[in-house]
């Protein structure tokens, strides 16, 4: 059944129209402009540790020792029950955020999740389908296709029978956009502005809380004996996103390697093909370089053609169940003259290290939780090459972004 009427125990904070959710800690502040030495996309790249832990603290609280935090429980009790499948609305990077979710909520919480962009959504819509969550994301919250699919949902669903009345919960850093007004359930991913047109810390921290949704969906279904070392992984994320920002010189050289470079590969698997995705998308809007993301199987099914010594191949490749598949891509594109850069975690860096001619060393992590550390290389390397490139790595040419 879909839900109607607001629970009395739901905290204000968590239903429409609007969400007061605050940090517990203040946003991090930016500077007036990004004249002279600094850019936005750098300093939002480098806030991600305070932004992910500000998010953390806010929705867990500072101890995190709670099973459930009290604002996904609200949450949880408008859910249409039983809740069957997960409609997943967004566009650009905030679509990317959606589909490493969309692997949450059907490896850990078994739902089936679908994921279109609100431009295709508008074209060909879901299947209505009974007890469904629809999940709009945006950052800004006023991009106008995200907008009007999700209206679009709610108008069909409307005066059908109760399962299949809407239930639209929307992820956004701005809690009093357009967006909000239109859904039940707001969650705010409690960011702090971001001027830069590339999303950085508003993607690492829609992933947050995207995480913590998949949790409280799992609840049921995880043994206490994965659902606290989950929460407890998660706290070591700000630590481990300062230990990757460290790695900046390491990137700066590659950056400095490859800032000629027309075209550009990455490779990933499992979870982190939505961070190739979203790495070509990085590239290509701050640097202008052709960069594509595929599912590494994919890539050999026809575009491995593209190969030679000029087109690097960037392979995300952290520890995990799907390491040794990739790995062996990785052995096929070098062996078509492809020189291969591999983000590795420091579980299988010494493995590693002589197929690759250069690797990024990650903290070791968890494959499921990768993407929010394997995202941050390839932020840095698009934001080094626009740099070394002179461009306008804030305001790259032809996109606009809602300040709101
Ligand atoms: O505000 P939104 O998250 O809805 O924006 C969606 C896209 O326009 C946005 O993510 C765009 O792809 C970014 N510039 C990517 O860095």
Same mark, same amino acid.
């Given at each position: @059944?879909?839900?109607?009427?607001?629970?009395?125990?739901?905290?204000?904070?968590?239903?429409?129209?609007?969400?007061? $959710?605050?940090?517990?800690?203040?946003?991090? #502040?930016?500077?007036?402009?990004?004249?002279?030495?600094?850019?936005? @996309?750098?300093?939002?790249?480098?806030?991600?540790? /305070?932004?992910?832990?500000?998010?953390?603290?806010?929705?867990?609280?500072?101890?995190?020792?709670?099973?459930? +935090?009290?604002?996904? @429980?609200?949450?949880?009790?408008?859910?249409?029950?039983?809740?069957?499948?997960?409609?997943?609305?967004?566009?650009?990077?905030?679509?990317?955020?959606? $589909?490493?979710?969309?692997?949450?909520?059907?490896?850990?919480?078994?739902?089936?999740?679908?994921?279109?962009?609100?431009?295709?959504?508008?074209?060909?819509?879901?299947?209505l389908t009974p007890h469904t969550l629809t999940i709009g994301v945006t950052q800004s919250g006023e991009t106008a296709d995200t907008l009007q699919a999700l209206a679009l949902d709610q108008q069909r669903r409307a005066g059908? #029978?109760?399962?299949?009345?809407?239930?639209?919960?929307?992820?956004?850093?701005?809690?009093?956009?357009?967006?909000?007004?239109?859904?039940?359930?707001?969650?705010?991913?409690?960011?702090?502005?971001?001027?830069?047109?590339?999303?950085?810390?508003?993607?690492?921290?829609? %992933?947050?809380?995207?995480?913590?949704?998949?949790? @409280?969906?799992?609840?049921?279904?995880? /043994?206490?004996?994965?659902?606290?070392?989950?929460?407890?992984?998660?706290?070591?994320?700000?630590?481990?996103?300062?230990?990757?920002?460290?790695?900046?010189?390491?990137?700066?050289?590659?950056?400095?390697?490859?800032?000629?470079?027309?075209?550009?590969?990455?490779?990933?698997?499992?979870?982190?093909?939505?961070?190739?995705?979203?790495?070509?998308?990085?590239?290509?809007?701050?640097t202008y370089l052709h960069a594509e993301g595929y599912a590494a199987g994919e890539f050999m099914h026809g575009p491995i053609a593209l190969l030679d010594e000029r087109v690097p191949v960037i392979a995300i490749a952290p520890?995990?169940?799907?390491?040794?598949?990739?790995?062996?891509?990785?052995?096929?594109?070098?062996?078509?003259?492809? +020189?291969?850069?591999?983000?590795?975690? &420091?579980?299988?860096?010494?493995?590693?290290?002589?197929?690759?001619?250069?690797?990024?060393?990650?903290?070791?992590?968890? /494959?499921?939780?990768?993407?929010? %550390?394997?995202?941050?290389?390839?932020?840095?390397?698009?934001?080094?090459?626009?740099?070394? &490139?002179?461009?306008?790595?804030?305001?790259?040419?032809?996109?606009?972004?809602?300040?709101?």
């Open positions: @059944m879909g839900h109607t009427g607001e629970a009395s125990f739901i905290p204000a904070a968590i239903v429409k129209p609007t969400s007061d $959710l605050k940090p517990t800690h203040s946003a991090p #502040s930016i500077p007036a402009d990004s004249r002279g030495q600094g850019h936005y @996309m750098l300093q939002e790249i480098q806030q991600q540790p /305070e932004v992910i832990h500000t998010c953390l603290t806010t929705y867990l609280g500072e101890s995190a020792a709670c099973f459930l +935090p009290p604002v996904l @429980m609200a949450l949880r009790d408008r859910l249409p029950v039983p809740l069957q499948e997960i409609h997943i609305i967004a566009s650009g990077t905030s679509r990317h955020a959606g $589909l490493v979710a969309q692997f949450w909520f059907e490896q850990l919480a078994g739902i089936p999740t679908r994921i279109r962009s609100g431009s295709a959504f508008l074209e060909a819509p879901f299947p059908r #029978s109760p399962e299949l009345q809407a239930c639209l919960v929307g992820i956004t850093n701005h809690a009093n956009s357009s967006l909000a007004q239109q859904v039940d359930v707001l969650l705010p991913t409690l960011a702090g502005l971001e001027v830069g047109v590339a999303a950085t810390k508003t993607f690492t921290s829609q %992933l947050v809380v995207f995480y913590l949704v998949a949790l @409280m969906l799992a609840e049921q279904r995880l /043994e206490r004996d994965r659902f606290t070392p989950a929460l407890t992984a998660l706290q070591q994320l700000p630590t481990q996103v300062q230990q990757v920002l460290q790695q900046a010189p390491a990137i700066q050289s590659l950056a400095t390697q490859w800032r000629d470079a027309s075209h550009c590969i990455l490779l990933g698997r499992g979870i982190n093909r939505a961070i190739a995705l979203e790495g070509a998308l990085k590239l290509k809007e701050t520890a995990g169940k799907t390491q040794a598949a990739l790995l062996t891509n990785v052995q096929k594109a070098k062996s078509h003259g492809a +020189p291969v850069i591999g983000i590795v975690t &420091r579980d299988n860096a010494n493995a590693t290290e002589r197929l690759f001619d250069t690797q990024i060393v990650l903290p070791a992590i968890d /494959e499921i939780l990768s993407p929010l %550390l394997t995202v941050i290389p390839l932020q840095l390397l698009a934001y080094y090459i626009a740099v070394l &490139r002179g461009l306008n790595v804030d305001r790259p040419r032809n996109i606009t972004k809602t300040l709101v």
